[in-house]
């Protein structure tokens, strides 16, 4: 296979184009294979060939892995793929063939993989995150045409799953899902995903409570119809006697069966001396049943039970229209999976950044201080001092050797180290170490607190009211009381008041994820949007590095002592290491680094081929008895980092430090409205500069150590802020964790550091002012739908209470609201999202020209995310 | 009128057939996906046959350990 680059398809084995049209002309198809300005478009999938065409017969491909997956269908005479749709392959990323899924034999992996197994015959069912048009749904049902052994295979389109069944003696699992991943379609083999069960069984339940719920209220409509056209004269009493009899002998399964969950709820939430909604539904279900039973059983009327049947029916309907609403919405799935965590891999030909959805099982990787061990791993080459305090929250950290098994979740402190993946990487696990408790911080969440006594004095009110409204009917018209009673029970609906919060901030969650901004859960949006000050780390997020920018003053340095310094420096991810070791030479062989340590804030030290290496802050190395011999404010502006081999100072590297693009507008437009400062490790020689960014009222401070940016973030909260920690995450971990939202700014997204609250990728940093107004509008949005959903119980409960609704009308409206208050808020969430100006490239053009100007100098940042998504 | 008793039991029982079809639907799964069946229809049958090995989802055992 074919070396590609990995960064432009990272996404796109995701990327779920829209739905393809099912039939094609010739024409557009001889269209679709060329693109306008002559370059080819791959047959298979899509994607424009670029350099080396892979070609068969007459169709061109864009990759060898495209033109196998073609031969491969023709040769088993499944050309038909291509006339459902366009060039509606998968292209195929994933390398290595299926020696990568041999763990999958194991037995004790298989059983927790399978539906069902017996000695001959095995079901399974897999989660294909890449089916997305008719052509696959037919591919994929047809593999029994591929290897003999191969039974039936379903596809269940909307959950995108396929079922599937083969002959143990004749094929394996790693055989058939190597087969998958050969084709495009490569399962989602997360263990932990497939633990639940994949039938819903809630779901199908609530289906049979609607149609018993249903039958019953057809049936008793049918019995009381002639009561109310007055069809008693034919037959005497008789009739609406057996009528009411039969009637309520069909609302009793109704009752029992259909209504149980709401008995149950309303019961547990007695026990536990808790009002939920669920207890005055179950009133008012209550209150109907006994008035009606008793008028039927003392033959004084027919009662209510059509509208008690019809009352149900609705409710269970809303219910059901609810769910599925909500699945469509689900965003935890998603937004887990956009996370993208990514890891430095070491093959044949060095390394390479790879995203952690493209480790294979045996891979090696290079685990740098203070990165995360993303799969259990055998340490290969240590030794290693892991800290687990994410996983277990014992910060001892524990000293591991060569051959050793490491736990995913842990953290290289030290030396970087090699280790070799053993188990397959789960995304998931360590996307929720991000939320262990040892990181949540402590906040009043106002919305959840409103949402909570809201609801909690609504039944009451609700219950009171309706008893209110029975006892003056009981004197004025007795006829009415019950029917009003229950009317108010069952109109009030606090659901959209619980549901308003998490849907509307769920979906901003998501839309800013979409966008690289990734919130460690939805309640980050409201602190984001109480933000009054703003605190600025410089390096790494105000600045960025220019990649020609670092220069060496002082004794010139022989080869092999910048070798030396270039084994050190890879060893941290600090953005300078990371800077100093890319621009010294790369063609060296690393030199064994022993005993490295590095202090937060000061520099990193370790014993480099017998020399004993300090680089840092000019401070630490002049308390280290290696004074500078030079003063550092001679030198052109950036940070400086000094150099002493074996105790005599050497010189410095200079990182000239340029602003990040658009950071005068930001800062501009942010000291509008936010209470701006800046803290920095380095020295006073920029603030001249900064102050004419920030502005006179901004504070900026210089020489910070962490503890002194913690302090400042501590004063500032004293005084009353809610304040936005800005950083890179490593210098600052604690002061970041300290504030209010902690944001952690990242080049490439591999430096994953739990104490942030946000992730943004750097080139969102202009857009910051853009996430803010985001996250008001969103808050504003949730309140917006508290009002309406109150109006709604206001307007539905006093119309209730005088008697004018029927139960039936109220069992209509309650589900009705709920569901409209949820596609309000997540639809202008998401309408808002797609508007406020979060997209990095094209945005801010409207306001400034000069933005203008740089759209149409990069005409092909466009057609790469156009790209990206259709592939 | 009197026809009246006969019909009401005999249309209980025609209710109570489709209460029966539907719980039988729900049952065996066909309720679970509504989309893809219908983008299965599209497909032209091709010569080879579809092994029938079914794989209902009702009758894959609830919790496989």
């Given at each position: 296979m074919a070396k590609r680059p990995t960064t432009v398809s990272g996404h796109s084995?995701?990327?779920?184009?829209?739905?393809?049209?099912?039939?094609?002309?010739?024409?557009?198809?001889?269209?679709?294979?060329?693109?306008?300005?002559?370059?080819?478009?791959?047959?298979?999938?899509?994607?424009?060939?670029?350099?080396?065409?892979?070609?068969?017969?007459?169709?061109?491909?864009?990759?060898?892995?495209?033109?196998?997956?073609?031969e491969l269908l023709t040769a088993n005479g499944l050309t038909q793929f291509y006339e459902f749709a366009d060039s509606a392959g998968v292209r195929v990323t994933a390398s290595g063939g299926q020696e990568r899924f041999r763990y999958l034999d194991e037995s004790r992996v298989r059983e927790r993989l399978v539906d069902f197994s017996n000695p001959c015959l095995t079901?399974?069912?897999?989660?294909?995150?890449?089916?997305?048009?008719?052509?696959?749904?037919?591919?994929?049902?047809?593999?029994?045409?591929?290897?003999?052994?191969?039974?039936r295979s379903q596809v269940n389109f909307p959950r995108k799953e396929l079922a599937l069944s083969f002959e143990n003696k004749q094929v394996r699992l790693s055989e058939i899902v190597a087969l998958l991943a050969s084709l495009g379609y490569e399962p989602e083999l997360k263990l932990s995903d497939l633990e639940s069960a994949p039938v819903n069984p809630a779901a199908r339940r609530l289906w049979l409570q609607l149609g018993v719920a249903g039958f019953a209220f057809g049936n008793i409509m049918l019995f009381s119809i002639s009561s109310y056209l007055g069809l008693d004269s034919f037959s005497?009493?008789?009739?609406?006697?057996?009528?009411?009899?039969?009637?309520?002998?069909?609302?009793?399964?109704?009752l029992c069966y259909s209504a149980a969950d709401y008995w149950r709820a309303a019961w547990v939430s007695l026990r536990q001396r808790m009002l939920t909604i669920e207890v005055p539904i179950a009133a008012g279900l209550a209150a109907l049943f006994a008035q009606s039973t008793y008028e039927v059983l003392s033959g004084r009327g027919e009662g209510y039970f059509d509208t008690l049947a019809g009352l149900l029916f609705f409710l269970l309907c809303g219910r059901l229209f609810q769910q599925k609403t909500y699945d469509r919405l689900t965003f935890d799935r998603d937004y887990k999976s956009f996370f993208p965590l990514s890891i430095t891999r070491m093959d044949g030909e060095g390394e390479q950044q790879v995203s952690l959805s493209q480790l294979a099982l045996g891979d090696h990787l290079l685990i740098r201080n203070g990165q995360l061990i993303p799969a259990d791993a055998r340490l290969v080459r240590g030794p290693a001092l892991i800290d687990y305090s994410f996983v277990t929250g014992e910060s001892?950290?524990?000293e591991r050797n060569t051959g050793d098994h490491l736990y995913a979740g842990g953290r290289q402190i030290g030396t970087v180290i090699e280790v070799e993946t053993v188990k397959p990487v789960s995304q998931s696990y360590l996307t929720s170490l991000w939320n262990q408790d040892a990181f949540r911080k402590e906040r009043n969440d106002t919305l959840n607190t409103l949402t909570n006594i809201y609801s909690r004095r609504f039944t009451r009110i609700v219950i009171a009211v309706a008893a209110g409204a029975a006892l003056f009917w009981c004197f004025h018209d007795p006829h009415r009381a019950v029917k009003s009673f229950a009317s108010v029970l069952i109109v009030a609906c606090p659901c959209a008041l619980a549901l308003a919060a998490p849907f509307a901030l769920g979906t901003a969650q998501r839309a800013l994820a979409r966008r690289n901004v990734f919130l460690k859960n939805p309640g980050v949006i409201e602190t984001l949007a109480r933000a009054n000050?703003?605190?600025?780390?410089?390096?790494?997020?105000?600045?960025?590095a220019g990649a020609d920018a670092v220069a060496f003053h002082g004794q010139p340095l022989t080869e092999s002592e910048e070798n030396w310094l270039w084994s050190l420096t890879r060893q941290s991810t600090h953005p300078c290491a990371a800077r100093i070791s890319e621009t010294i030479a790369r063609q060296y062989s690393p030199v064994p680094v022993r005993s490295f340590l590095e202090t937060t804030g000061c520099g990193i030290e370790a014993t480099v081929a017998g020399h004993e290496i300090w680089m840092g802050s000019a401070a630490w190395l002049a308390s280290r008895l290696a004074p500078p011999t030079r003063s550092a404010t001679s030198v052109a502006s950036g940070s400086t980092v000094h150099v002493a081999i074996d105790g005599e100072y050497r010189g410095c590297f200079v990182l000239a430090n340029a602003l990040r693009p658009e950071t005068d507008t930001l800062l501009a437009g942010l000291s509008a409205d936010f209470e701006l400062a800046m803290l920095s490790g380095d020295n006073e020689k920029e603030c001249e500069r900064f102050r004419r960014l920030f502005g006179d009222s901004a504070a900026l401070h210089f020489h910070q150590s962490p503890l002194d940016k913690l302090g400042f973030i501590r004063q500032l909260q004293a005084a009353g802020k809610t304040i936005m920690m800005v950083g890179d995450g490593l210098n600052d971990a604690g002061a970041l964790k300290q504030s209010d939202v902690g944001v952690a700014v990242v080049e490439n997204i591999h430096a994953f550091s739990p104490a942030s609250d946000v992730i943004i990728a750097a080139a969102m940093v202009p857009r910051l002012h853009n996430v803010l107004w985001f996250s008001k509008v969103s808050v504003r949005i949730v309140r917006l739908s508290f009002l309406i959903s109150s109006l709604y119980n206001v307007v539905g409960i006093s119309i209730a209470a005088r008697g004018l609704l029927s139960p039936v009308v109220c069992a209509v409206l309650m589900p009705l609201s709920s569901i409209t208050v949820v596609a309000f808020a997540c639809g202008l969430t998401g309408w808002l999202g797609s508007r406020a100006g979060l997209d990095a490239a094209s945005t801010a053009s409207a306001n400034?020209?000069?933005?203008?100007?740089?759209?149409?100098?990069?005409?092909?940042?466009?057609?790469l995310t156009a790209k990206e998504v259709c592939a | 009128m009197i026809i009246i008793f006969l019909l009401i039991p005999l249309s209980i029982v025609v209710a109570a057939g489709f209460l029966w079809a539907f719980i039988w639907a729900v049952r065996t799964g066909q309720y679970e996906d509504t989309c893809t069946p219908s983008l299965r229809m599209l497909m032209d049958e091709t010569a080879a046959k579809r092994p029938v090995n079914n794989i209902s989802p009702n009758h894959r055992p609830s919790n496989e350990q």
């Open positions: 084995e995701n990327g779920q184009g829209a739905p393809v049209p099912l039939a094609s002309t010739p024409e557009s198809q001889a269209n679709a294979t060329s693109t306008p300005g002559g370059r080819r478009k791959c047959f298979h999938c899509g994607t424009p060939c670029r350099g080396a065409s892979f070609t068969s017969g007459t169709e061109f491909f864009c990759c060898q892995g495209c033109l196998t997956v073609f079901k399974i069912t897999f989660r294909i995150p890449s089916i997305h048009c008719i052509a696959c749904v037919w591919l994929l049902e047809n593999l029994f045409r591929f290897k003999p052994g191969i039974g005497g009493p008789v009739l609406k006697k057996i009528f009411g009899y039969l009637s309520l002998s069909l609302i009793l399964p109704v001892e950290p524990l000050a703003i605190v600025f780390d410089k390096t790494g997020t105000l600045t960025a400034t020209p000069s933005c203008l100007d740089q759209n149409k100098a990069n005409p092909d940042h466009g057609v | -």
